[in-house]
């Protein structure tokens, strides 16, 4: 089955920098990523979302990238804010069965004031 | 917009009780819902998948005798922890998506369970 990795696991920057989390897949006919943002006891929500036809999409201070052939996509945040801080969820699922999502590990990023 | 509500938002309960968690899509009709567990500092593990008026699809591992999941209209979505244990404490959560065609989930606000 599909198998998702996630990288960092943790993630401190300064308010105002970029942060970068990469998440890797195994099964090549995944075609649907999304990203998800949870706060601390909070359900999580979707900020951005990417499908295989698209090998990058932006909205705002937030982008997402894909590279099908090595099978990772990104999420980018750019001049972060102390709102930001969350744990942040890749996932992946095909288009086959249900459609289950399956999930990364989680990032846990920090912005400092 | 796409709204799901969970109830109820937290329960304790004693060992050996059963709790019944209610997912609801308020504002699309859900023809697939998804139930997760999470514990604490980890990430997201899928339970089952429930379609409406059919049985539901357990993840290896997840006993479908403990927690049953009923799907009986296009809007709720039921998952009932029987005999619960310490160990069956965690974060609920449930998740809907409108159509049959790849769409994204939208995730209900969880419900916490305590077993005492």
């Known amino acids: 089955g599909e198998n998702v990795e996630q990288h960092p696991s943790t993630l401190s920057v300064q308010e105002g920098d970029s942060a970068v989390i990469k998440c890797t897949y195994s099964?090549?006919?995944?075609?649907?990523f999304p990203w998800y943002k949870q706060e601390l006891g909070k359900r999580p929500q979707l900020i951005i979302d990417?499908?295989?036809?698209?090998g990058e999409k932006k909205d705002q201070r937030i982008a997402v990238t894909l590279n099908k052939t090595a099978k990772h996509f990104s999420l980018h945040i750019t001049e972060t804010q102390p709102e930001d801080s969350a744990v942040y969820f890749c996932?992946?699922?095909?288009?086959?069965?249900?459609?289950?999502?399956?999930f990364g590990t989680g990032t846990r990023l920090l912005v400092s004031p | 917009g796409a709204v799901v509500s969970q109830h109820p938002s937290r329960v304790i309960c004693k060992s050996g009780t059963s709790v019944k968690i209610e997912c609801r899509s308020l504002?699309?009709?859900?023809?697939?819902m998804f139930w997760y567990r999470q514990f604490p500092k980890q990430s997201l593990m899928l339970m089952a998948t429930s379609n409406e008026g059919s049985k539901a699809t357990y993840e290896q591992g997840v006993e479908k005798d403990k927690f049953l999941i009923n799907h009986a209209s296009l809007t709720l979505s039921t998952l009932t922890v029987t005999s619960a244990h310490p160990e069956d404490s965690s974060f609920y959560i449930c998740?809907?998506?409108?159509?049959?065609?790849?769409?994204?989930?939208?995730f209900g606000p969880g419900t916490r369970l305590l077993v005492l």
């Open positions: 504002d699309f009709q859900a023809t697939t």
């Open positions: 996932a992946a699922s095909k288009p086959t069965g249900f459609q289950k999502l399956v």
């Open positions: 099964d090549s006919a995944s075609n649907y």
């Open positions: 990417i499908r295989s036809n698209v």
């Open positions: 998740s809907a998506r409108r159509g049959v065609v790849q769409e994204t989930q939208y």
